[in-house]
């Protein structure tokens, strides 16, 4: 085989004058035609070696087969019937070896399926690699071929098939719910189409423009609150199309989510007709809003007219066995209330409770009024009678004991007591006070005493008479088992709203979120749209919320992946122009302009006349016709346009479009024609009737003919004959004789 040959490729083409020693028979049996496709059609890795001796005058040096073996090719990647997106870069790799002469080269050939070569490439002499783009490469099936020659005229060959596709567009990201609480979980739904479900998938959430501790499909609801703008992108390689890569992103802004379900109790318990009734209630924000309460009292099912929206409701009025019914309510009935929550602009479901209401007890506390040392029975009046026990003397209402101390006569000095004995009565210091009890008792300081001790974990405080041993601060408990107090657990903390709590070792601090500064107890809001270290893009404008910001795009602009871009509401057709005009898109807006031959604002565009308004360019010999947005200059009647746009004068007696009389003659004028009768005719051109010459006038009795006496006239069309008459000759006009 001739170089030429080898370069070419052609194996084919290369035919060897003398058969090949029998030693060559495997190596000629593994040639084939490199086309990389079996017998069946698919694609496949395969290589062929070819080793031939040149014969003398081919310009290469006989060589001695039994002694040279072909080299050996192998594509050793990416493997066999690859599918490539287009745009994609490919790494075609080669092992190429030779057991004793070294590989002079090879060459890289590509080829569309079917179709002739592309491209081709030589290589180095030893192992290659190349890099190629699915850019220069056609949509479609290649056979990518390489061949390996040696000095020595032998040579393989290795192909494989790689289909080039377009990257597939059906593939989507979506987000559920569509209009998301804080109390959702948000979950991304991706639709992989084309790409192949084994793609790899690779997903990235941000909230207020920080990532989230999230990597998957789902950002549960615990990690988010109202007004959260959230993010997600997502990048996908794909598994089945080589080199394909596409990244989705959506957005969501997170809506508050409503307060919890009050939980309602009334108190006191049991109620009666004239109980001060409390209705209390709780409820919870998961956004951490300040929450605000609305009451409604119902009787018996139904609203109590005129009852208050407050928390407390009073039945009646009661005083020294009495009472007032304020409501028209009885024994038995059902008294509710029911409670709603409001927070952060949301209100939630509405919780209630009921009791029945029952007897009114007078001597009941607080309603008697009676003394501890009274007792209370029920008057005829259904009132609360109160009477001093035993031992006690007064109005039942106040009761004292009879005794010394209570006559006053005896008079004790500051914290002393009098105290009655078995004939009179003395005065003692009060417990907890030394000194004279006649002058004056003064406190003993416990916490002072030696003998006053407290366990480690507590302190020691000094009270009027006593003394307390009480958990330090910041820790809670029975002296001696005191434990730590986490204010921030267990909401004993007055951080504000805005801000964060942090325990500490027997207290806590309070930190302004981010977004906020202050002290901690009082946080205000930073406006990152005021103070510059808002970060919005062209065609937006900066909106503060609390604790952060946000980027909304202005009218006429609308949200993309990474900020505002303009609308073409021309293009997308939202725009409002006029009949007769058309849209001009501009920044962030778009204009109506009235077309050509119309006058207006762009919402109304009227027809110029341009006849009218004498603006018409009509040639000569034309008419001026208006017409919707333009005009028309039709040439007059016996006139055409010729190559120059001319009203030309038409020869109607030229090109038969007149109208005569057979007798008459046409005769072209400016825009017309005429018709003239001929000699011996008159009429008007259009009608000709043939003149009578032989008829005799008045004066000529031988007519307009004028035939001689002895001639006789003969009229004929358009004329007339004069002929001598029998016995005469001549020409019948001037003469005819005998």
Same mark, same amino acid.
């Given at each position: ?99 004793? @002469? ?42 990518? @071929? ?153 009787? *018996? ?12 409701? @009073? ?32 209100? #939630? ?10 007897? !009114? ?76 009890? !006649? ?76 977004? !906020? ?48 871009? +303009? ?5 997308? #057709? ?54 919707? #947005?333009? !005009? +028309? ?22 090109? #038969? ?52 006496? *002895? ?28």
């Amino acid at each position: 085989m001739t170089r030429g040959c080898l370069l070419a490729g052609l194996l084919a083409a290369c035919a060897d004058p003398e058969p090949a020693p029998a030693a060559d028979a495997t190596a000629a049996d593994s040639a084939h035609d490199g086309s990389g496709v079996d017998g069946s059609g698919d694609s496949k890795l395969e290589t062929a070696s070819v080793a031939k001796d040149s014969t003398p005058g081919d310009g290469f040096h006989p060589i001695d087969p039994t002694k040279t073996k072909p080299p050996t090719v192998t594509i050793t990647g990416p493997g066999s019937g690859i599918v490539v997106g287009v745009g994609a870069a490919v790494a075609l790799t080669v092992a190429v070896a030779d057991p004793d @002469t070294p590989v002079a080269e090879l060459q890289l050939v590509g080829q569309a399926e079917p179709g002739p070569a592309l491209w081709q490439v030589q290589g180095p002499t030893a192992g290659a690699t190349w890099t190629l783009t699915a850019t220069s490469l056609p949509l479609g099936k290649h056979v990518l @071929t390489v061949t390996a020659l040696d000095g020595s005229g032998g040579q393989a060959q290795a192909s494989l098939t790689a289909e080039v596709v377009a990257i597939p567009t059906d593939v989507s990201l979506t987000l559920s719910p569509a209009t998301p609480t804080s109390a959702d979980d948000l979950e991304a739904t991706l639709t992989l189409g084309g790409l192949g479900a084994s793609s790899q998938v690779s997903y990235a959430w941000t909230i207020n423009g920080l990532p989230a501790d999230q990597t998957g499909t789902v950002l549960p609801a615990a990690a988010i609150v109202g007004g959260d703008l959230v993010e997600l992108a997502v990048a996908v390689t794909s598994s089945a199309i080589l080199g394909a890569q596409v990244t989705l992103a959506t957005s969501v802004v997170i809506a508050p989510s409503p307060p919890t379900q009050p939980v309602v109790s009334l108190a006191p318990q049991p109620l009666t007709v004239a109980s001060e009734v409390s209705c209390q209630a709780y409820a919870a924000d998961g956004d951490g809003d300040p929450l605000s309460y609305a009451y409604a009292w119902t009787l *018996n099912g139904l609203p109590l007219p005129g009852a208050p929206t407050a928390s407390a409701l @009073t039945l009646a009025t009661a005083a020294n066995g009495t009472w007032m019914p304020l409501w028209p309510v009885k024994v038995g009935d059902v008294l509710g209330c029911s409670v709603v929550a409001t927070a952060g602009g949301q209100t #939630g479901p509405a919780g209630s409770a009921e009791a029945k209401l029952g007897p !009114f007890d007078p001597c009941a506390t607080p309603y008697s009024g009676c003394a501890a040392k009274a007792t209370c029975s029920v008057g005829p009046t259904a009132a609360a009678v109160c009477t001093c026990k035993a031992g006690y003397d007064g109005d039942g209402y106040t009761c004292a004991k009879v005794d010394a101390c209570k006559k006053g006569l005896l008079s004790c000095g500051i914290a002393a007591d009098c105290v009655n004995l078995a004939e009179s009565a003395t005065c003692v210091c009060a417990k907890g006070f030394s000194g004279d009890p !006649f002058a004056g008792c003064s406190d003993v300081d416990e916490c002072k005493d030696a003998a006053t001790a407290c366990p480690a974990d507590s302190v020691c405080q000094n009270q009027p008479g006593s003394f307390a041993c009480a958990c330090a601060k910041g820790y809670a408990g029975l002296p001696g088992a005191c434990t730590e107090v986490d204010e921030c657990a267990v909401g004993l903390y007055s951080c504000a709203t805005e801000a964060s709590c942090t325990n500490t070792k027997g207290g806590y601090i309070c930190t302004c979120n981010p977004g !906020f500064l202050g002290d901690g107890l009082a946080c205000v809001d930073v406006d990152e749209c005021s103070d510059g270290t808002a970060k919005c893009g062209k065609g937006s404008v900066c909106v503060n919320v609390p604790g952060s910001y946000a980027c909304e795009c202005k009218d006429g602009y609308t949200a993309v992946s990474d900020g505002c871009v +303009n609308v073409d509401e021309c293009a997308l #057709g939202t725009y409002a122009c006029g009949d007769n005009a058309q849209c001009v898109d501009s920044d962030g807006s778009y204009l109506c302009q009235c077309k050509k031959g119309y006058l207006g604002d762009g919402m109304q565009c009227d027809d110029v006349d341009e006849c009218a308004a004498k603006t018409a360019t009509c040639p000569a010999n034309s008419q001026c016709f208006n017409t919707p #947005g333009s !005009f +028309n200059c039709p040439c007059s009647i016996g006139f055409a346009a010729d190559a120059t746009g001319t009203c030309a004068d038409v020869d109607e007696c030229k090109t #038969g479009a007149y109208v005569c009389d057979p007798a008459a003659a046409c005769v072209n004028t400016a825009g017309s024609y005429q018709c003239a009768c001929g000699k011996g005719w008159t009429g008007s051109g259009k009608t000709c009737q043939d003149v009578d010459e032989c008829a005799p006038l008045a004066g000529k009795p031988q007519g307009l003919a004028g035939c001689h006496v *002895n001639a006789t006239c003969t009229n004929k069309p358009g004329g007339y004959q004069c002929a001598c008459k029998p016995g005469f000759v001549g020409d019948g006009v001037s003469s005819c004789s005998e």
